[in-house]
């Protein structure tokens, strides 16, 4: 059984980047998220720098699964959405857990997608997905390219849909992209991959 | 368009390896239990700082020029630091925290474990000042970096990270009235802060993986400093802040940190969850 965007079962997380414009994207992706989506999902999203209440709330309002801003070094756990917290970078680290960091900004930025996607890359290599939403600088450009040199899946808001589309397009300049998607489409490639991934699971 | 970056080399475990490898022996500092994920980036940057194409290259510049190596450890550490960090923090001192040491002793002494370029060490000042009992007080304040324990000393700051501090100091204080500026002298585009406050601070070099428990103290901070480091190097640095504390002393960890997966747990209790300050209970 293949679905539309041919994917297969051997996905272990999905790295999500958005700045500018992209809440309400996000926010339609999370409430459709399937409750029981087996991966674990990093989201990267520029936010207010000082605000340290309230983002985490605000996107969990209409997600289908719990949003948590991790502290350092909490186990990563199949299933769950990690937000990187105010005005610190959000990385993987070897041992399949999360670190913080407040080094600083990257592209203006902290947290920096850069910072989350390469390190994500490095951490599942070709078990990644990262998908990069709309935005108004080219943090995350850099990390798509890593995510695939390392033979992961890229996935980015399609421009023409973006309400900003500096970052879709500064990715798309920077690597090969194997998929532009609207947001509905990136709800059906989630479903896919949720489906993909329970159903063909190894036992 | 953006021109795709320039391809570079992948910076490998075994490299990194070898780097720490010769710095251990050569300067007795110990980087390999340092988080993967900052460790490897904060390299990458100094790579491309002096604009060296491998790790090699770097560890043959540190082997051969050891002059290089104190501007190494200034570059590989992190030091990005805000005063009055986490404002609600400083609150939850105040309000509780100094007063609950001070209802049963007449002195606190508190240890700044990583204290960067001393805005931490200024905000203690300045709250303490304004409880009235920085006379009581003293004050430890220590980082491994060389440099920047003497621009902690200094506590000469770029006058434009003042808008910064300055919120963060409203914040805490709750009284649009109060003016942090008042603390500071003006010197060209620095602000220099009232050396009178920090009579009762001794700043010096102290490394929290290798160095050894100096003092106990009825209040250790170690804002921002473990996250650098891996879990394992996390539970060697907490057993010895545990032993740097007094019993019912406190340890404050930065605010994305927590004890719940580390060994030393159970000899703490939560004061406060939300700022992360913890009671030691037990030796
Ligand atoms: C991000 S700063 C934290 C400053 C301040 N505590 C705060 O929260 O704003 C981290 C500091 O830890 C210091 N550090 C790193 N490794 C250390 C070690 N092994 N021993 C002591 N200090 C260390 C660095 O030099 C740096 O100044």
Avoid at chain 1, 56 to 82: C, F, N, Q, T, W
Avoid at chain 2, 24 to 41: L, P, T
Avoid at chain 2, 107 to 135: F, P, Q, R, T, Y
Avoid at chain 2, 262 to 269: D, G, H, L, Q, V
């Amino acid at each position: 059984m293949v679905g539309k965007y041919k994917l297969s079962n051997k996905y272990k997380a999905v790295v999500i980047g958005g700045s500018a414009g992209s809440f309400q994207g996000i926010t339609q992706i999370l409430a459709s998220l399937p409750k029981d989506f087996p991966l674990p999902v990093f989201l990267c999203l520029h936010r207010l720098k000082h605000v340290r209440n309230g983002f985490v709330e605000a996107l969990s309002i209409k997600s289908s699964k719990p949003v948590v801003e991790p502290h350092d070094k909490e186990p990563i756990k199949r299933g769950m959405v990690y937000l990187a917290p105010a005005n610190y970078h959000l990385c993987l680290e070897l041992g399949n857990s999360l670190a913080l960091s407040t080094e600083e900004l990257a592209n203006n930025s902290r947290p920096a997608i850069d910072h989350t996607f390469e390190t994500a890359a490095f951490v599942y290599r070709d078990k990644l997905i990262g998908i990069l939403l709309s935005g108004a600088n080219k943090d995350g450009a850099y990390g798509m390219a890593k995510v695939k040199e390392r033979g992961g899946l890229t996935v980015v808001q399609d421009p023409a849909e973006s309400m900003i589309d500096a970052m879709p397009n500064a990715a798309l300049a920077a690597t090969k992209i194997d998929w532009v998607l609207k947001t509905e489409e990136i709800i059906s490639f989630l479903g896919e991959l949720d489906k993909v991934t329970k159903t063909l699971a190894p036992a | 368009m953006l021109p795709p970056p320039p391809p570079e080399a992948d910076i490998e475990i075994s490299d990194i390896r070898k780097l720490t490898d010769l710095i251990r022996q050569k300067y007795g500092y110990e980087f390999k239990d340092y988080a993967m994920s900052s460790f490897k980036r904060r390299i990458r940057r100094v790579l491309d700082l002096y604009k060296y194409k491998t790790v090699d290259k770097l560890v043959s510049v540190l082997d051969s020029n050891p002059d290089f190596f104190e501007e190494f450890i200034s570059e590989i550490t992190v030091n990005v630091t805000e005063m009055f960090r986490d404002p609600t923090f400083w609150k939850v001192l105040r309000e509780q925290v100094v007063p609950n040491i001070l209802l049963n002793h007449d002195k606190i002494n508190i240890w700044h474990a990583g204290c960067s370029s001393g805005e931490e060490v200024v905000s203690m000042n300045i709250m303490l000042h304004e409880m009235g009992v920085l006379d009581k007080a003293r004050l430890f304040a220590t980082d491994l970096d060389n440099a920047i324990i003497e621009r902690a000393k200094r506590s000469t700051y770029s006058a434009k990270n003042m808008d910064l501090n300055r919120k963060n100091y409203h914040r805490y204080s709750g009284q649009p009235e109060t003016n942090l500026d008042s603390y500071f002298k003006e010197v060209g585009n620095e602000v220099v802060f009232d050396k009178a406050l920090l009579q009762n601070v001794t700043y010096r070099r102290h490394d929290l993986v290798l160095g050894n428990v100096f003092s106990k103290f009825d209040l250790v901070l170690c804002r921002n400093v473990m996250i650098y480091f891996n879990q394992t190097l996390q539970n060697g640095v907490l057993s010895r802040l545990h032993e740097s504390l007094f019993k019912y002393g406190y340890l404050a960890i930065g605010s994305k940190e927590s004890l719940i997966w580390c060994e030393i747990a159970n000899k703490f209790i939560v004061v406060n969850n939300e700022e992360k300050i913890y009671k030691k209970i037990k030796d």
